[in-house]
């Protein structure tokens, strides 16, 4: 069981207790990714894509998102202040605490940290990202079918064609 | 007692309903107030001129079509995300053109991301009056 960026220590050794009471009854590379309730992160990440989770990201990086909204990847996605706040509360308190940084700028995409480009390398056809059903790896709906309710486990993973 | 919950739920469910009956607001009446205010020459909205609008690009690479689909009352697919958006005609999604603050903060971020600019509120009610004459 691999626990990515967690978001407090105690949760890793958490995890780690429980892998270990469990046998090994999760694969190595089997990512457990808490689902997490906040009605406007989830209402407005999501609007344009799957809201992403925190724990995915360092809280500088979230920080550098939410101050960029004007110009978040080439689109608009500006909020008002308050709701901004708000959102980016959520994520802070939630970040993961990997370094997540690149020339000693925060990451601003899951896809280049260093977990997702491990955890996305075995066993998929490069030609995954390209396929109409797919279209970006900012898509995990695509394959990660429960994604929409924070559940990125084996169980719901489907490859479209 | 049974009559009392009963009476109670009646109360409810009309409280409800009344909640419910509360028309959104004419957002054609409401462009066309801000379109004379824009043009006193304004003569009114444009179901046809509409359509063109949404269908092409206006100087940078998306259209309205480019995430909505080409027939609005389909289902869309956000074109840098992938992710599937609902219908945007009113008439395949009832909840479309509703709520004034949604309408606002994504004319304000669409038309900021297609056109480089605010819309007009003509370029607004003419969308507007083709996305109802879809079905």
Known sequence: MVLLYPSRWWVAALGAMLALAAGGAFADDDVRIRPLNHAAWQQECSACHVAYPPQLLPAASWRAIMNGLDRHFGADAALDPQQRADILRFLETNAGQGRGSMGGKPLLRITETRWFIHEHSEELPASIWSRPSVKSPANCIACHTAADRGDYSEQTLRLPR | ?135
């Open chain 2, 1 to 135: 007692m049974i009559i009392m919950r009963l009476t109670l739920t009646a109360a409810l469910l009309a409280a409800t309903v009344g909640a419910q009956a509360e028309p959104p607001p004419d957002f054609e009446k409401l462009f066309a107030t801000q379109a004379k205010q824009e043009n006193p020459a304004f003569v009114g909205f444009s179901a046809e001129q509409g359509q063109r609008f949404y269908a092409r690009t206006h100087g940078k690479d998306w259209s309205c079509a480019s995430c909505h689909d080409r027939t609005p009352v389909a289902i869309g697919q956000h074109v840098a995300t992938g992710k599937t958006l609902a219908p945007l005609a009113p008439a395949a999604n009832p909840e479309r053109f509703t709520r004034p603050d949604k309408v606002e903060k994504w004319f304000k971020r669409n038309c900021n991301e297609v056109l480089g600019r605010p819309c007009t509120a003509q370029e607004k009610g003419d969308v507007l009056a083709y996305l109802l004459t879809v079905r």
